[in-house]
């Protein structure tokens, strides 16, 4: 056995020790969660730019048509 299959890693909520697979679960579920809340807020700043008028689009230096094509896109992108 390899020095690396032995670390564990403390859990921060109730101190328990948590092996390597247990450890690498949890870190891809919290990047699972955080992806999706950037994913979110992507989406609500483009719902926010639809609602905006052309002059206040023009304040910010964006195109109409350019805001346009940002709304369509996919939240995931």
Sequence with gaps: MGTIDT???????DGRELGAGQGRLLRKISAAFMWFGKAMLKRRTRMHLSEL???LLDDIGVDPSAARREVKRFFWD
Excluded at 7 to 12: A, D, G, N, Q
């Design 7 to 13: 670390i564990e890693v403390e859990c921060p909520a």
């Design 53 to 55: 008028s052309n002059d």
